[in-house]
Nanobody, 117 residues
Framework: QVQLVESGGGLVQPGGSLRLSCAAS????????MGWYRQAPGKQRELVAAITGGGSSNYADSVKGRFTISRDNAKNTVYLQMNSLKPEDTAVYYC???????????WGQGTQVTVSS
């Protein structure tokens, strides 16, 4: 079992920045592909960004050039740096750890991000 704890959400004005963190409970963190998802009210959960254990990343088109995902395997932590935030980025952001070989799929409890003036 892997427990994920997100932090760093909050209220920010349009154009501002936030950095989300997700700390994992296990030291074998590096074998998991990590992702950040978000869910806005009335909408489906969507992938925002993902990063493999080796550091390859991909992004939703809506956040390319504004968000950066990174991981520190020594600290069992994945980050999401969010810049130039827009009101449409408002959502609950969830951290995900996945290993298809082991059939593991874990989620954090979510952290609220609100972009508003």
């Amino acid at each position: 079992q892997v427990q994920l704890v997100e932090s760093g959400g909050g209220l920010v004005q349009p154009g501002g920045s936030l950095r989300l963190s997700c700390a994992a409970s296990r030291s074998i963190f590096s074998i998991y592909n990590m992702g950040w998802y978000r869910q806005a009210p009335g909408k489906q959960r969507e992938l925002v960004a993902a990063i493999t254990g080796g550091g390859s990343s991909n992004y939703a088109d809506s956040v390319k050039g504004r968000f950066t995902i990174s991981r520190d395997n020594a600290k069992n932590t994945v980050y999401l740096q969010m810049n130039s935030l827009k009101p449409e980025d408002t959502a609950v952001y969830y951290c995900n750890a996945r290993n298809d070989f082991l059939k593991h799929d874990y989620w954090g409890q979510g952290t609220q991000v609100t972009v508003s003036s």
